[in-house]
Each structure stands twice: as C-alpha cells, then as structure tokens.
C-alpha cells in the first residue's frame, strides 16, 4: 500500500542507437550556474494553513526574485502539505503535475457512534477503486456526477468517532466529499476535520520539501556566497517530470525538437520501456536535460524498431533553440 501508479515498477531502459553526447553543449541539470538554474526549478513546498495556494505561489515568486510562478495543484487555505511551485522559464513544467496521482493524509470525523466492520466493509465496497463522485457545492469546477480513481484506501487509526486514513487518488478528486459521502454511506453523516496532501505526482514529504522560511534563509546564505541550501530546496525543472515516461535523443536532433519540430523515430538513442501509445513522455537529451514533453503515439518496442515515422508531437517545449548546434532535422 501507499504506491500511486507510476512508483509500482522500475522502468528499464532500452538502447536504439548507441550514441555519445558533447561537453561543448548543454550542462548536467546538476550543474548549471546558480543564476540559470534559478530560472528553471521547482520548489516542494509545505503549504501552511492559512494562505491559498496562490499566494503560497506569489510568496515564492517574491522570495526567488521571480519574474513569474505557478503551482501544481490547489489545496484549499486550511488544507497544508505538497504544493509544487515552478518559477520564471519552468512554469509551465505544472502543467504535467496537475493530472498526476496525489496521496493525503486525512482526519475525518462521523458524526455518531458507528461499527469499524462496517466502516471498513463500506469504504473496501464503494470508495475503493473506480469511483463516482458529485463535486462539492464550492469548487473550481463544473458540479457534475464524473468518475475518479482511488488507488489506496488505508485507514490508520480509529479513535472514538475519528478516523485518521491515508488516500492515494486520481487527480480531482474531492477528499472532503468522500467524508461527506462515507458519512451518508454509514447512515451517520460525517466531514473532513483536517487534511494534508503527502504526494503530488513526483513530489512527496521526503523530496527536499520545504517551508517559506526555509527558503527565504537559504537566499539569505545565497546572499553571503553559500548556494548549497538553495540548490537543495529548488530543485531542476527535470525532477517535475520523474513520473512521466523518459525517452532520450541523440544531440543532432535536440535543436530542431526546440524549433517546433516534432521527433522522429531516426533522433531517439535509448527509451524507458512500457511506453504505450498516448502516453505523454518526457524527451530529454544525453545529460537527461528536459527538452520537452509530447504524446508519444507508439509503443516501447516501435520506437527501437521502426526506422521511419513520429515519435513525440510535442506539446511544450522547455529548452531554448541554440542550447544545442543546428546540424541537421531528425527524419
């Protein structure tokens, strides 16, 4: 228990071409200069109770000396925990962690006395699994019945009328609903009392998280000439995409990739296996530099065989053109 969908396997990665990347180009996301990697990071943020998730985002942005910020996902103002914040040019990199599995930690309370047999029997026979659920009356969305996925359904601890559970779901989903339905389920009404997300997409408890005030202190010793506390709270942009399947390409066909091209078969040196079509990847270079991330419309196993074709139609490009030399398109 406790796994979301993308940490059950290990991915192993599978050679098309053996091919060697220049020193002369690109940087390890490890290595960049304090200065450009600023521009490209992402923070795993510990959302206090209080502030929306916006102004969490803005308070980072202020703190960064940003020009702009963006969240992966908001948690309500009395919600804490994972809020993934991404500045300047590795904004728009949230756009891959919004649809990623989340996991939270929840203290709900029932209104009345109620059986754990029962409790237990509704919550494996209705909240397990695939999922109808009615957005509550205050949300971001549309109110209307949609289906969502709960991975893991753990209850922790049972103490009087509260119970304390651990909840791994699909993307959407409204935690303090299904308090409110497991109440109307078990006859006795019921509510969220408390509520603390612990993963989102890549991003959990254990992945440099930090607070505000850590981050205004490592820009602090930044200031005085020490950058290892802030290398190890803003992390690159790359880490964002460590859910998503990876497939790497050769540098002759990095620079037409950041024009706007979109990757052939013919560019790609190695892929990560269990590629299925429709997935969305994360296409990188040799140093696992981010280039860009596209719906890959192949599988693994075409992507070594084919000689001809799309590989990655590419929705968001991150790299600049110029990163690597213009030598010829990939075909």
């Known amino acids: 228990m406790g796994d979301l969908p993308f940490e059950k396997f290990k991915?192993?990665?599978l050679t098309r071409v053996k091919s060697e990347t220049s020193l002369k180009f690109g940087c390890d996301p490890y290595k960049r200069p304090i200065k450009e990697h600023l521009k490209y990071c992402v923070v795993n943020v510990d959302k206090p109770a209080g502030p929306s998730s916006h102004q969490v985002s803005a308070y980072v942005k202020q703190i960064l000396k940003a020009n702009k910020a963006g969240h992966s996902g908001t948690l309500d103002p009395n919600v804490t925990g994972i809020l993934a914040v991404a500045v300047a040019d590795g904004t728009r990199i949230v756009q891959t962690l919004l649809p990623a599995g989340k996991e939270y930690i929840c203290l709900m309370h029932l209104h009345k006395e109620f059986d754990e047999q029962k409790l237990r029997?509704?919550?494996?026979k209705e909240f397990t699994g695939k999922i109808k659920q009615l957005p509550p009356v205050k949300s971001a969305i549309k109110r209307q019945w949609r289906f969502r996925k709960?991975?893991?359904f753990e209850i922790l601890e049972i103490v009087g009328q509260d119970v304390l559970f651990k909840i791994g779901c699909q993307a959407g989903t409204y935690i303090r609903k299904i308090c409110s339905d497991i109440g109307g389920a078990m006859g006795c009404g019921g509510h969220m009392a408390e509520l603390r997300r612990t993963k989102a997409g890549p991003f959990n408890e254990f992945?440099?998280?930090c607070t505000l005030q850590d981050l205004t202190d490592a820009m602090h010793y930044l200031k005085e000439g020490d950058e290892s506390k802030i290398r190890?709270?803003?992390r690159p942009v790359e880490e964002a995409v460590a859910h998503l399947p990876k497939i790497w390409v050769q540098d002759t066909t990095v620079d037409t990739i950041c024009n706007g091209a979109s990757l052939k078969v013919r560019g790609i040196a190695k892929v990560e296996s269990d590629i299925q079509a429709g997935d969305l990847v994360a296409v990188m270079t040799l140093k696992n530099e981010l280039v860009c991330v596209g719906?890959?419309?192949?599988?693994?196993k075409e992507l070594i065989k084919n000689d001809k074709g799309v590989a990655v139609k590419s929705s968001q490009v991150f790299m600049r053109p110029g990163t690597y030399p213009r030598i010829e398109k990939n075909s």
């Open 11 to 13: 991915r192993e990665v």
């Open 207 to 209: 992945n440099h998280l």
């Open 295 to 300: 719906i890959c419309p192949l599988i693994s």
């Open 232 to 234: 190890e709270l803003t």
């Open 121 to 124: 029997s509704v919550i494996e």
């Open 150 to 152: 709960i991975y893991y």
